[in-house]
């Protein structure tokens, strides 16, 4: 099973970060055809990937990451567009999380640690606090100044967060398909 643990976006900061997707890719121009656009219902922050995992394993994470997290709910601000790599031709563009970072690196620690006791085998990167809005299938290095001239410094969007679910996603040709499995709500005071 191909499995990630992320956070929903409520559906006004799904509609908001949707009309900044358009309002991007048309300042763009013609490099806006060589980026697949993340749909609008797929939107949401990845925290920990954990990829295809044996199905007798993934009960053990859906156990591990379904208990409930002692920390407050919190709320993001999503603000500024960046692309990566920092360097080169990029393969994705995303939209930051300014307000609430803080917060979101520590439930993906948690939930990170949760997993790799149950054997899984992660990331060493450092987390960085984003939402992806389109991958790239073709790049050139001047696709990086397109996207980050057509950023704006203003807030495009505030949600709220109560907690992460493990998804269990589908890869086929007409797209990701992704099944809630559970969710770990924040339950702190």
Known sequence: MRLFVAVDIDDGARAAIAAEQKRIAAAMGDARTSVRWVTADHLHLTLVFLGEVPEAQAELVARAVGRPLDAPPFDLTFQGIGVFPPRGSPRAVWIAVTDGATELIALQQTLAERVASEGI???????????????????????????????????????????????????????????SLVRANLSGR
């Open 121 to 179: 085998a992660l990331e060493s990167r450092l987390f960085q606090p984003h939402l992806t809005l389109g991958r790239w299938r073709q790049s050139r290095p001047s696709d990086r100044r397109r996207a980050l001239e057509a950023a704006q410094s203003r807030i495009v969007a505030r949600s709220h967060v109560s907690g992460a679910t493990l998804y269990h996603s589908r890869i086929s040709s007409a797209g990701p398909t992704y099944t």
